[in-house]
T-cell receptor, first 112, second 108 residues
């Protein structure tokens, strides 16, 4: 079955360390997205990509980096420059123009 | 906020008819209703660009002129307890804009 896979589900890191969250999709979607969710707030867009080897900053890109070397994969690196990295991170993908929007199950990152 | 949902919290008794509202202030090409369970994963319930859609006990409507959408749940059940999120897809921005969600608790 087609879907979008995020791993790991839970991740703990020490302050000052970079950490990479994985997102893979086999839906043949062109667009992929990373969102951050904090308690009591709506999802906020970190980065998105509509084509391989190209990506755009979202609303809260500072302290994050991404790559899109393959259509299926869109990993997110939370760098030590991100001041409040503890959050729930969701990856999503869609066809262009937003059709077939599909979300992953999320990664809960805790930085101690 | 570009997308407003109401109510923020809703408690219902099993069997009740439930309505969650979404208003938006931007031009859109589509509106999504999403469901998020306590584990965190999000499921897309509907994508609407006009009119009404029905799936099982769920009904979603949209009024483009009034920039308003509603999600209805008929014969609610405790398993419907979740956060329901409205999100609009703006053709100009080419990305989803999310509401803050409505936390629904259905009591047996």
């Amino acid at each position: 079955d087609g879907g979008i896979t995020q791993s790991p589900k839970y991740l703990f890191r020490k302050e000052g360390q970079n950490v990479t969250l994985s997102c893979e999709q086999n839906l043949n979607h062109d667009a992929m997205y990373w969102y951050r969710q904090d308690p009591g707030q709506g999802l906020r867009l970190i980065y998105y990509s509509q084509i391989v080897n190209d990506f755009q900053k979202g609303d809260i890109a500072e302290g994050y980096s991404v790559s899109r070397e393959k259509k299926e994969s869109f990993p997110l690196t939370v760098t030590s420059a991100q001041k409040n990295p503890t959050a729930f991170y969701l990856c999503a993908s869609s066809h262009l123009r937003g059709e077939g929007y599909t979300f992953g199950s999320g990664t809960r990152l805790t930085v101690v | 906020n570009e997308v407003e949902q109401s109510p923020q919290n809703l408690t219902a008794q099993e069997g009740e008819f439930i309505t969650i509202n979404c208003s938006y202030s931007v031009g859109i090409s589509a509106l999504h209703w999403l469901q998020q369970h306590p584990g965190g994963g999000i499921v897309s319930l509907f994508m609407l660009s006009s009119g009404k859609k029905k799936h099982g006990r769920l009904i979603a409507t949209i009024n483009i002129q009034e920039k308003h959408s509603s999600l209805h749940i008929t014969a609610s059940h405790p398993r419907d307890s979740a956060v329901y999120i409205c999100a609009v897809y703006g053709g100009a921005t080419n990305k989803l804009i999310f509401g803050t969600g409505t936390l629904l608790a259905v009591q047996p």
